[in-house]
């Protein structure tokens, strides 16, 4: 109990129910070209509808990279993704008749939106030529909200599409896009859409408007004209002063697959800065948009409230490299997001695309080297260049032996021998696509159903989704070439399908380690009893505090033996290893021995055929 200087009494609790935690195994790790979203900053993804909508479908520029990301996904529902860009990236800028883009801009946040000055208020939250198709529609004033036409309709041809106003046409009262309410008292107001304005060049108080129209009017007699602005039925009302209201749409539908679809709505936010709404939230245009849009910035340029600003079509965005062309410093930037493990909890690096460097090695070098061998937590899934495999005229073999060896030698990365042919159904096509998205799935899937130190391989846990057929389905004397050079062999047998018929790593020489399962294993451990071990910094190295951490370490070992992960093991703790030296370095020291399981590789079946009078006891063992 603590000193006390006067008498009383003292309360205090002592915990002793710390436990080995359980450490989740399935998250995924990559970064690619993509046309869409967060450029330099990790996102969780949870579904491949998430992957599109958030960093847009896949294109000719980017589909094995794509796919790459959604195979995984369709095991598990946790990857963390970063999206490069390389040369030749900008995002869309707005730009209208009154506003015009003067620039190209690349900008990845709010901070350097801002600080853009590209002559528009707005600007595409992301780079990408997806940004081009949408617009943003802004509604400042009451009279831009819904306003009578001033003029005289003379004439509006029966059954046709064209209408002839006389009197005074401002720009005010008529642009691109609005929607025109044409009707008298019989029939009511008809909606057109208004797609061009033509001054007539005889008598310029004169224009003539294009409408769409689905409806015929039967005469002109006591027509009248409203215009409103086109979205003026998705907010309540007119803005009121210093207030007004932005819709972002999907004007080509690019986007959204649906031309004209509306993507966001903001309504009454304010032109002033210290404009707060009931809740005290900031009303103010550049904070509502920065804090919710998926899709636009607003920039630096000051929003002017009149009604010159009205449509707003975005144009300028550029994707920029593509898969195949971004350089391996724009991809490792990418990567480099994931090295800390305090900073992100992450078990399964995926490749993607091979490429640069020798043999195409170079991503894939970087990956394990400043990647899974500087955390030692994770795992790389590497997949050997597509040119090694698709429509390869020399020996497929060869090749991809090749590229193993220029690989670095560890136990943590995995190499499987190629691409599948699969349907994408984005763009109505089949593609070739890496298997490493597939075959970390496959670890996914064998966490979920049975447990890390179980191999993802062969016929019970390794049948792979989404394929039509290989592009290489090795047979045995291949399979034999490949194993031993630590490369796992995908194939598809008859009745079987397509399966990972190998569990080797990358480490290069005979060890429990040369096994996914037996690395996997003790990454699990490792993560468990490291993070269970904190609980005994700055305790004193005493019996208590080692009885403690072999309390702790027993029963977690315990179950993991139970669930078949390991044969035996032994917890040592004591002042064998916690000498007096070690104690005065102010260290502690557990020493953990462990006998992993081990997965079947090879399977001998001896059928031997003996006499009729033979016992059987007389000759098993034997042979």
């Known amino acids: 109990m603590p000193f006390q200087v006067s008498p009383g009494v003292n309360v205090s609790e002592i915990d002793l129910t710390t436990v080995i935690p359980s450490v989740s195994t399935t998250e995924g790790a990559f970064a690619g070209v993509f046309r869409w979203g967060p ?23 980017n589909a094995e990279t794509f796919f790459t990301a959604a195979d995984f996904l369709s095991y598990g529902n946790k990857l963390f993704l970063t999206r490069v860009v390389g040369t030749g990236a900008w995002n869309a800028v707005g730009s209208s008749a009154n506003n015009a883009s003067s620039a190209n801009a690349l900008v990845y946040s709010e901070e350097s939106a801002l600080e853009t000055q590209v002559g528009s208020d707005f600007i595409a939250r992301w780079p990408g030529a997806l940004g081009n198709s949408m617009e943003v529609s802004v509604c400042a004033t009451a009279d831009v909200y819904e306003s009578d036409i001033t003029a005289t309709i003379s004439d509006l041809e029966i059954g046709g599409s064209t209408a002839t106003f006389t009197g005074t046409i401002s720009a005010a009262e008529i642009i691109n896009g609005d929607i025109i309410h044409i009707g008298n008292e019989d029939i009511g107001y008809q909606e057109l859409l208004v797609e061009s304005i033509v001054e007539d060049s005889a008598d310029p108080n004169i224009s003539v408007l294009t409408f769409s129209s689905k409806y015929r009017l039967a005469d002109n007699t006591g027509l009248f004209a409203k215009r409103r602005w086109r979205h003026f039925n998705r907010v309540n009302g007119a803005p009121r002063e210093n207030e007004f209201h932005v819709v972002v749409e999907d004007l080509l539908g690019k986007i959204s697959d649906i031309p004209g679809a509306v993507m966001e709505v903001w309504e009454g936010m304010s032109v002033l800065p210290t404009s707060r709404g009931e809740e005290g939230e900031s009303k103010y245009y550049k904070d509502v948009i920065a804090q919710s849009s998926n899709w636009i910035w607003a920039t630096e340029a000051n929003l002017s409230t009149g009604t010159a600003i009205r ?10 490299d593509s898969e ?11 990567y480099d997001l994931f090295i800390s493990p305090e900073d992100i909890d992450i078990s399964l690096v995926l490749q993607g695309r091979a490429g640069h460097g020798t043999n195409d090695t170079g991503l894939a070098n970087y990956i394990i080297d400043n990647v899974c061998e500087v955390r030692k937590d994770c795992v790389a899934f590497i997949s050997p260049a597509r040119t090694d495999v698709v429509n390869y005229s020399g020996s497929r073999t060869d090749a991809v032996v090749q590229f193993r060896n220029d690989l670095s030698s560890t136990s943590y990365a995995v190499l499987d021998c190629g691409y599948k042919y699969r349907y994408d159904k984005y763009n109505d096509v089949y593609r070739y696509t890496p298997l490493n998205g597939d075959i970390a799935g496959l670890a996914v899937r064998t966490d979920n159903i049975r447990d890390p130190w179980f191999s993802p391989a062969g016929y019970n846990r390794g049948v792979i989704k989404n394929v039509v057929k290989l592009a290489w389905n090795p047979n045995k004397a291949q399979r034999d070439i490949l194993y031993k050079a630590d490369v796992n062999p995908v194939i598809t047998q008859p009745g079987s399908g397509t399966l990972l018929f190998g569990d080797k790593t990358l480490l290069g020489r005979p060890s429990a380690f040369d096994r996914l399962n037996v690395r996997r294993l003790f990454i699990t451990l490792e993560k468990a009893i490291a993070i269970a071990s904190k609980s005994t910094l700055f305790e004193f190295n005493d019996e208590f505090t080692r009885a403690a951490f072999r309390n702790l370490v027993e029963p977690f070992l315990r179950d993991v033996q139970g669930r078949r992960g390991i044969y035996d093991f032994r917890v040592v703790c004591d002042t064998t290893n916690n000498t007096p030296e070690i104690i005065d370095r102010n260290e502690f020291v557990g020493d953990i021995y462990v006998k992993p399981a081990k997965s079947i590789n090879f399977i001998q079946l001896n059928f031997v055929a003996v006499r009729t009078g033979v016992e059987f006891d007389e000759i098993v063992g034997q042979f």
């Open 39 to 61: 450029v330099l900053e990790r996102t969780l993804v949870d579904s491949e509808i998430t992957l599109a909508n958030r960093f847009g479908k896949p294109t000719s520029d």
């Open 324 to 334: 195949s062309s971004i350089s391996l410093s724009k991809l490792a930037k990418g």
């Open 311 to 320: 449509y707003e079509k975005f144009t300028g965005g550029a994707d920029g």
